[in-house]
């Protein structure tokens, strides 16, 4: 009976050893690749919403430079006029 147990016993300590560790440590690769993916996603979604607003600043930029520079350069032409140049 001893004997058995004993055997019972190491056959349990080798199951764990060899089958429920590898299992349990590839589980928790699992869970924390998965959450890297998710964190890296929020990530990345948030970066493409910052080159979106870039771009439509981009694209507003022409117009603002022209209505800073046109009341200048109609000054300017103005006081060429004016001074006969």
């Known amino acids: ?11 349990l ?4 050893e ?3 560790g590898p299992v349990v440590a590839l589980l928790l690769g699992m869970k924390f690749t998965d959450y890297k993916v998710k964190e890296k996603a929020e990530q ?3 970066l493409k919403t910052r080159i979106e607003k870039i771009e439509e600043r981009e694209s ?3 117009k603002r430079i022209m209505a800073t520079v046109m009341p200048v350069a109609q000054a300017v032409n103005k006081l060429n006029a004016q001074v006969g140049l």
Do not use: D, H, K, S
């Open 60 to 62: 507003e930029l022409p």
């Open 13 to 16: 300590e080798m199951a764990l």
């Open 1 to 11: 009976m001893i004997t058995v147990r004993l055997l019972l016993v190491n056959y």
């Open 18 to 20: 060899y089958i429920v």
């Open 44 to 46: 990345l979604q948030e």
